[in-house]
């Protein structure tokens, strides 16, 4: 038996995706579980030679389709006309995104090599949106029903999400289309899993699909350091808006004009494609005091950067980040570092229910983020006490190891 790993949003190293593969990987070996990855075509060959991944699928998991404004004007009701509404060029088409996508991905599996879908396998697919699901089961369906290996489906995003950072109007249709379709394989040769509680209770009451947990594997971190006197609040990973970046600059000066002794640390780390996360940055350059670091981060110099941070901003969009897991989030609590969350994400979730420490903030905006962090500032040493009590069973719970003590019981799951 191997397991297989088909991740199309493996590229580089700044992706979710690298670490859960290069994590869960190791945590493989240990065990003598042969294993084997296929990402994109646009992976890095440094990335691909050291993960040991093959390069495979045309399109990643963040592609977006836009079609042209006279496509999209031909496309137009005529209740769209009377109303008036202009075409948009520049806005993605979810429902080309979804053709295309899906299309794509079908056909990207029915070439995998042949041993890859061996019944005796287990495919591991790590992140599976709308533009993906309805492939996916196509590709199952198609094969003779002996012949389908076991597939561990990881629905990471909630039915709202796009890669353009806009929320979704035809995804919970078009999951309802793959989940009606993928009926007889559930529960025989197709498992589905998510991150954590909040988003199996999401697939459970809307698609009354049931799902295991299958952790973000991220938890195996050093503590934190008791917070200096002059605390650092830190922002790392991806600057997009859905998590919350555009809102750094205006928090920030709010802070510092109510003389808040505190120090920022903000990681730079994006494509140049969103113009709100281009202006952010544009605004960080200009104020002073704020330390900037630049580009992606490997494991190594990850670690030496966030041992500095005090507390972690986690101000993720509840609308467009929505429910899903976090591997900032999980190091953080895996370490004992406060967080700063905003309400209605699973960071802010798990602070409610007193699985992770810091402050929650609501409404999503830079005023609401700058009283939770002098909040969070003026009560610093205690918050870093109950964040370390409640680090040990964190860790566990989102370690590299109980991912793959996941993986294998359905491995070793007979079909029914």
Known sequence: MDIIFLDNGLIGRGEHSYSLIKQVGEALTRRGVRHLGFGTKAMQASVAEELGVLPHFNYPLYFAVVISEREHDRRRTLFAKILGLKADPTQPSEIDTWRVL????????????????????????????????????????????????????????????????????????????????????????????????????????????????????????????????????????????????????????????????????????????????????????????????????????????????????????????????????????????????????????SITRGEAEGEIFSPYDAPALADAVERLAGRLQGSHGRAAALAKAFRQSHSADAYVDVVLAHALRKPE
């Open 102 to 349: 899906n299309a794509s991905f079908e056909k990207d599996l029915r070439a995998l090599p042949p041993d890859a879908w061996s019944a005796d396998n287990l495919i591991v697919v790590p992140a599976c949106s709308q533009n993906e699901i309805l492939g996916l089961v196509h590709a199952l369906l198609a094969r003779p029903e002996g012949a389908r290996p076991r597939v561990l489906c990881q629905l990471m995003f909630g039915p709202n999400w796009t890669a353009w950072g806009r929320p979704a109007k035809l995804g919970t249709k078009l999951y309802r289309k793959a989940f009606a379709l993928a009926r007889p394989l559930i529960g025989k040769t197709l498992f589905f899993t998510t991150e954590n509680e909040a988003m199996r209770r999401l697939y459970r009451t809307t698609f009354r699909i049931e799902t295991d947990i299958l952790p973000v594997p991220f938890g195996d971190v050093a503590p934190a350091a008791a917070p200096a006197e002059r605390p650092v609040f830190g922002f790392f990973g991806n600057s997009k808006s859905d998590k919350g970046f555009h809102l750094l600059p205006k928090t920030i000066e709010i802070c510092r004009a109510r003389g808040l002794a505190a120090d920022f640390t903000v990681q730079l780390q994006h494509c140049g494609w969103e113009p709100a996360t281009v202006a952010a940055e544009a605004e960080l350059r200009r104020m002073q005091g704020i330390r900037l670091i630049e580009g992606v981060l490997n494991g190594q110099d990850y670690a030496a950067e966030t041992s500095r941070i005090d507390a972690m901003l986690l101000p993720y969009d509840p609308i467009l980040f929505g429910l899903r897991g976090s591997g900032i989030f999980t190091q953080s609590a895996a370490a004992g570092r406060p967080v700063v969350a905003s309400k209605g994400t699973f960071a802010g979730d």
